[in-house]
């Protein structure tokens, strides 16, 4: 049972080199989300997708692209990196049905430094 | 303002004791209470689920849900030195996919 696997778990980048990193769900849940999480903020939602074909913008979007591959694989990028978005990213997936809902499961996190 | 408020601690107590951990909120359309627990360096996992008011048990915690006082709380009975963790809660409206996640408060259980 492998949950929501993330890669990479670590990654370095210069200020302006892209990179993409990757999400997939083994539940068959329909939605699947990308957190950024920073020492007093807490976890802030960047984009999300509620089903497969589908993607919005959460709290704080800019800078960030995504890309619902398939029912499974949610892939965040970020195009030009900043040293802002130094952070640890957390892919999540849910199933949400009318009137119920059944929380989230998360990845082990990607931590992301921009130098 | 912030939508959700959470004590950032850290909390430190003995072995054994009881723990509780608060959140309150603003918006009172919020009907889907959670609590997360955080290990260093990991990812949250799910730790209690409430739906609307009231009290839910689970071994050793229980999640309890004010929703007139809008405030959310979660006890661990005799605390052990792997609860040391940080725990979130968050929150919903119905139907919707975007929880509002309190920042943490960090728990340190001392054997």
């Known amino acids: 049972n492998a949950g929501v696997t993330q890669t990479p778990k670590f990654q370095v980048l210069k200020t302006g080199q892209s990179m993409t990193l990757q999400c997939a769900q083994d539940?068959?849940?329909?939605?699947m989300y990308w957190y950024r999480q920073d020492p007093g903020m807490g976890l802030r939602l960047i984009y999300y997708?509620?089903?497969?074909?589908?993607?919005d913008k959460g709290e704080v979007p800019n800078g960030y692209n995504v890309s619902r591959l398939n029912k499974r694989e949610f892939s965040l990028r970020l195009e030009s990196a900043a040293p802002s978005q130094t952070s640890v990213y957390f892919c999540a997936s849910s199933e949400v049905r009318t009137g119920k809902d059944y929380g989230y499961t998360f990845g082990s996190g990607t931590r992301l430094t921009v130098v | 303002q912030k939508e959700v408020e959470q004590d950032p601690g850290p909390l430190s107590v003995p072995e054994g004791a009881i723990v509780s951990l608060n959140c309150t909120y603003s918006?009172?359309?919020?009907?889907?209470f959670m609590w997360y627990r955080q290990y260093s360096r990991k990812g949250p996992e799910l730790l209690m689920y409430t739906y609307s008011s009231g009290n839910k048990e689970d071994g050793r915690f229980t999640a309890q849900v004010d929703k007139s006082s809008k405030y959310i709380s979660l006890f661990i009975r005799d605390s052990q030195p792997s609860d040391s963790a940080t725990y979130l809660c968050a929150m919903t409206t119905s139907g919707t996919y975007k929880y509002i996640f309190g920042t943490g408060t960090r728990l340190k259980v001392l054997a």
């Open positions: 539940m068959n849940h329909n939605s």
């Open positions: 918006n009172s359309a919020f009907q889907y």
């Open positions: 997708s509620a089903s497969e074909g589908t993607t």
